[in-house]
């Protein structure tokens, strides 16, 4: 089974910290995500990578970066945490094509920003 | 722009009862669609998956429907059990193989 292992379960961190939540998968995966979860907006893509050292914005980047230098690890990067980054973040992994792989989560991790 | 949706929020389902929970689309262009369940704590775990080429795959207990004319997906969970109680989000890939999700559907599973 793939396994996707998020480094924290759990973080509260205060404003203007910069953040670091780290991902690691253990299929050999060329691709990984990261997503953030809020009540009622369902999962919204971040940032995703398709090889070491690649990046991509998704649908919300504002206030975030990412770091791929393994391909096992990508990290997401709070460079200034705020309020409005509290949410619960879920990184997620998948295989060969872009198109058409299903992607396997890991069990997030709940940022509170205080 | 672009979405997916789905239909209710919360559907409540009587033990040993199927489960249907639907899903609305409206790219037209979007080829793949899969389903996933998330249970509490837990991160989205996958169900079930579709291409466009197809209009009904099954698995264990559940079946995925695809109607391509109104652009709607559907999973049917057989036999729901107290297990099935979740939130089940559908998605489709864009044309960049993105997965653009639903807002999800909170299962009830009652005795």
């Known amino acids: 089974d793939v396994k996707v292992t998020q480094s924290s379960r759990y973080l509260v961190k205060r404003t203007g910290e910069k953040v670091f939540l780290e991902c690691v998968q253990d299929?050999?995966?060329?691709?990984m995500f990261w997503y953030r979860q809020d009540p009622g907006l369902g999962l919204r893509l971040i940032y995703f990578?398709?090889?070491?050292?690649?990046?991509e914005k998704g649908d919300i980047p504002e206030g975030y970066s990412v770091s791929r230098e393994k391909k096992e690890r990508f990290s997401l990067i709070l460079e200034s945490a705020s309020t409005n980054q509290t949410s619960m973040y879920l990184c997620?992994?998948?295989?060969?094509?872009?198109?058409?792989?299903?992607?396997?989560f890991g069990n997030g991790t709940r940022l509170t920003v205080t | 722009g672009e979405s997916v949706g789905l239909h209710l929020p919360t559907l409540s389902v009587q033990e040993g009862d199927n489960s249907i929970i639907n899903c609305a689309y409206s790219?037209?262009?979007?080829?793949?669609f899969i389903w996933y369940k998330q249970e509490s704590g837990k991160g989205p775990q996958f169900i079930i998956d579709?291409?466009?080429?197809?209009d009904k795959r099954q698995g264990q207990r559940v079946t995925v429907l695809l109607n391509k004319t109104v652009k709607h997906l559907s999973l049917q969970i057989a036999a729901t059990q107290p297990g099935d109680s979740a939130v089940y989000f559908c998605?489709?890939?864009?044309?960049?193989?993105?997965?653009?999700f639903g807002a999800g559907t909170q299962v009830v599973v009652t005795p």
């Open positions: 299929m050999d995966h060329e691709n």
């Open positions: 990578s398709y090889d070491v050292k690649m990046k």
């Open positions: 997620a992994s998948s295989s060969g094509a872009t198109k058409g792989s299903p992607l396997h």
């Open positions: 790219n037209s262009a979007s080829d793949y």
């Open positions: 998605a489709e890939a864009d044309s960049w193989g993105k997965l653009q």
């Open positions: 579709i291409r466009s080429n197809m």
